[in-house]
């Protein structure tokens, strides 16, 4: 969900590339609730994270507690940042109970993706 926020909102200004601990297919409710917001993610697809160990990266980020744990160390990242996010795949309940649990980690990724990344409000050093 976070790739698909930043692209859908500051695409022009990065080059976004994502990465999972366990590649494979991105959740079908992930997929539902983005696209009840004009985000269409059903073409992505996790990526090993071992794609991306000998590139030059600025920024590696992650999005929840177990991927910070497991993730490993890029030497050619800049920088790295960490957000911690509930991981709503791990509900159980009714399909609704799970959707609900879903839009409201999608709705604070929304919101984290335009204050932290929002390239008008980006520092830069002179």
């Given amino acids: ?47 090993s994270v071992d794609l991306f160990l000998g590139e030059e990266i600025d920024l590696v980020v992650t999005v929840c507690d177990h991927a910070r744990e497991v993730c490993p160390y890029f030497p050619g990242a800049r920088s790295y940042m960490h957000y911690s996010f509930p991981d ?11 959707l609900e649990v879903f839009r409201k980690v999608r709705d604070m990724i929304s919101e984290w993706i335009k204050t932290t990344f929002n390239p008008l409000d980006i520092k830069t050093e002179n």
């Fill in 1 to 47: 969900m976070a790739e698909g926020f930043l692209r859908h909102f500051y695409g022009d200004f990065y080059e976004v590339f994502s990465a999972g601990t366990e590649p494979g297919r991105v959740h079908p409710f992930a997929v539902k609730v983005m696209k009840e917001a004009a985000v269409d993610i059903s073409t992505h697809f996790s990526k």
């Fill in 88 to 98: 709503p795949s791990n509900v159980e309940g009714s399909e609704e109970l799970k």
